[in-house]
């Protein structure tokens, strides 16, 4: 007699150790984001160079193995707080890209999301990270995410004198003019500080604003 085959049911999720793909993969990027929110507290508090990879891999009460598995060496980790706060800003550009909006509305918008970042756990990063060290490739990769910054920017302040919502400028010294004095906030802000983000992007954009409109 021939032998039927049996059909064996795949496990459910719960009853399996090999999660599916795509939650293994969210499991990782959430376990990946908490190695580099870790890593910006601590630049931020003790210094870049004063950090090693054992303190990032105590404080996060893992072995140093596991911090490599997601990141290949402290200068990326660094790198990657650095993206992570320049990303806030870049989705300002994403939000506003085919609005209608004036130009210096516009500006104003990116300002807000600058502000924040830079308030944020990663500012110290977004600021200082050019100044440790870092090998020619790491810095030229930080200077083009910089530059895109910058051309956004100078775009808007453009885009502004065009439309009229902005007196005429020198795009180029404005955007570093404003740029300048957003990533300056780095140095002073505290996190207990009386002004939130919010509060201190309004008193740049009354200052800026004040100058730049049309007279």
Not at 15 to 31: G, L, N
Not at 72 to 97: H, P, V, W, Y
Not at 146 to 170: E, H, T, V
Request: a positive charge; charged letters at 25%; one cysteine or more.
């Amino acid at each position: 007699m021939a032998s039927r085959a049996v059909r064996l049911k795949p496990e459910s999720p719960g009853q399996s150790p090999w999660k599916p793909t795509e939650e293994r993969a969210r499991q990782r990027e959430i376990k990946r984001e908490a190695v580099i929110l870790a890593a910006a507290r601590a630049f931020r508090q003790r210094g870049y160079h004063n950090t090693s990879v054992d303190d990032l891999a105590a404080l996060l009460n893992v072995t140093k193995p596991t911090i490599y598995h997601y990141l290949q060496n402290k200068e990326e980790i660094l790198f990657e707080c650095f993206r992570t706060g320049l990303d806030q800003i870049m989705s300002a550009f994403d939000e506003i890209r085919g609005s209608d909006q004036p130009a210096l509305d516009r500006l104003s918008a990116v300002v807000r999301k600058y502000t924040q970042a830079i308030t944020s756990e990663f500012g110290w990063c977004m600021v200082r990270a050019e100044d440790q060290d870092l090998s020619p490739v790491m810095s030229r990769r930080i200077n083009a995410l910089k530059s895109q910054i910058d051309k956004g920017i100078r775009g808007l302040i453009k885009d502004g004198i065009a439309d009229g919502s902005i007196s005429p400028c020198d795009p180029k010294i404005t955007a570093f003019a404003l740029a300048g004095a957003m990533n300056w906030i780095a140095h002073w802000h505290r996190t207990d500080a009386e002004l939130t983000p919010d509060q201190i992007a309004d008193r740049f954009l009354s200052t800026f604003v004040s100058g730049l409109r049309p007279r």
